[in-house]
T-cell receptor, first 113, second 118 residues
Framework: NAGVTQTPKFQVLKTGQSMTLQCAQD?????MYWYRQDPGMGLRLIYY???????DKGEVPNGYNVSRLNKREFSLRLESAAPSQTSVYFC????????????FGPGTRLTVL | AQKVTQAQTEISVVEKEDVTLDCVYE???????LFWYKQPPSGELVFLIR??????QNEISGRYSWNFQKSTSSFNFTITASQVVDSAVYFC???????????????FGQGTILTVHP
């Protein structure tokens, strides 16, 4: 099992450009999450999908949109990138049973110039 | 609102020393989960340990142990006989209820940078 995979690993954008970060999991988890990590601030939740067909905002959703394409895939879109969105983005999926643990992808390092 | 505080920004130890990472949390949920994650220099986030709020039994797993005290809202993590490979950023995280489903959203502390010197 690959676990949680993310593409791309690195990306540089110019202000105003758009892009989509892709995430897929092969653990048959219902819930998926997008976080951003900024220096000194830990990880903050952007959006989440509790189950296929549902999405909801997290702590810092402004400037982002998401799509839960199917049970495996959850994408994050930046419609008009801004320098404040320079960050490392992590996707996670959750074992919703007794383990209730989130497992993370390797991250995408995004720079917006 | 939930909050996780890791007061130690950076810790530096010499190999084979024991090191304890502190974590204090705030939540109004009566049922919740606490986690420790490790982020090595390569950048990935690795799940280490989990404890639920209705089980205060402390455990040891290899060189890792944790001390969960509900009375003081603390969930401290100890590495015994530290090794250079333990050098990483360690995050404490809290998961409570989210929306109409139980559990889910993780609230992270700011992280503690641990450096183990040979």
């Amino acid at each position: 099992n690959a676990g949680v995979t993310q593409t791309p690993k690195f990306q540089v954008l110019k202000t105003g450009q758009s892009m989509t970060l892709q995430c897929a999991q092969d653990m048959n988890h219902n819930s998926m999450y997008w976080y951003r990590q900024d220096p000194g601030m830990g990880l903050r939740l952007i959006y989440y999908s509790a189950s296929e067909g549902t999405t909801d905002k997290g702590e810092v959703p402004n400037g982002y949109n998401v799509s839960r394409l199917n049970k495996r895939e959850f994408s994050l879109r930046l419609e008009s990138a801004a320098p404040s969105q320079t960050s490392v983005y992590f996707c996670a999926s959750r074992d919703g049973g007794s383990m209730n643990t989130q497992y993370f992808g390797p991250g995408t390092r995004l720079t917006v110039l | 609102a939930q909050k996780v505080t890791q007061a130690q920004t950076e810790i530096s130890v010499v190999e084979k020393e024991d090191v304890t990472l502190d974590c204090v949390y705030e939540t109004r949920d009566t049922t919740y989960y606490l986690f420790w994650y490790k982020q090595p220099p390569s950048g990935e986030l690795v799940f280490l340990i989990r404890r639920n709020s209705f089980d205060e039994q402390n455990e040891i797993s290899g060189r890792y142990s944790w001390n969960f005290q509900k009375s003081t809202s603390s969930f401290n993590f100890t590495i015994t006989a530290s090794q250079v490979v333990d050098s990483a950023v360690y995050f404490c995280a809290l998961s409570g209820k989210m929306g109409g489903t139980s559990y889910g959203k993780l609230t992270f502390g700011q992280g503690t940078i641990l450096t183990v010197h040979p």
